[in-house]
C-alpha cells in the first residue's frame, strides 16, 4: 500500500462491472476473487459497498431485513468477504422518530463467528447529525418492525 495507506473503500462494486460485455454476475466474481487476493497480499482492508437487488415481500425502504441473498454478485461476494454488514431503515415510515432508527446487521463473520446475527440498533440526531446506538425508548414504536 503506498505511501502506508491501508484501508480502501469501493463505492460501489456494482459500477466496476458496468459498461462491460460480460454478464455482471461473472464480473463481479472475478472482481471480488482479485479484491480479496490483493488486500491479503497487501495486508490492507477494503471496505467495499454493493447495490442491494429487490427483495421479494417488504421493500428495503421500508425496512425490509437484509440478508446475503439480496447483495448485487451476493455468491461472490459471500464467499470472498471477511465480514458482511447491512443498515436497514424504513424510510417511509408515517413516524418521524421511526425513520431515523437503523438497524446494522451483522450478516457475516468470518473471523471469529460470533458476531453473525448481531443487531445494533441506532439512533440519528438531525440536531447534532450524529448517529449513536438507539436506546429502547428511541425504536419503541406502535407500528410493526423487525425486533432488535
Do not use: C
Not at 464480473?27 to 488486500?39: P, Q
Not at 440498533?121 to 438507539?134: F, H, K, M, Q
Request: charged share 30%.
Amino acid at each position: 500500500a503506498e505511501q502506508g495507506t491501508k484501508i480502501f473503500y469501493i463505492d460501489h462494486l456494482t459500477a466496476l462491472a458496468t459498461g462491460q460485455n460480460e454478464d455482471e454476475r461473472t464480473i463481479l466474481e472475478r472482481v471480488t476473487a482479485d479484491m480479496s487476493s490483493l488486500a491479503k497480499r497487501l495486508s490492507i482492508i477494503m471496505i467495499v459497498v454493493s447495490h442491494l437487488a429487490t427483495p421479494e415481500g417488504k421493500s428495503h425502504e421500508e425496512g425490509g431485513r437484509v440478508s446475503i441473498r439480496h447483495f448485487k454478485g451476493s455468491r461472490a461476494i459471500g464467499f470472498w468477504a471477511y465480514f458482511m454488514f447491512a443498515l436497514e431503515r424504513n424510510q417511509q415510515a408515517d413516524d418521524p422518530r421511526e425513520r431515523q432508527i437503523t438497524t446494522f446487521r451483522v450478516l457475516k463473520d468470518r473471523y471469529t463467528g460470533q458476531a453473525t446475527g448481531t443487531t445494533i440498533p441506532l439512533r440519528y440526531d438531525a440536531a447534532t447529525g450524529l448517529i449513536s446506538e438507539a436506546e429502547e425508548d428511541d425504536y419503541n414504536f406502535e407500528t410493526e418492525q423487525d425486533s432488535f
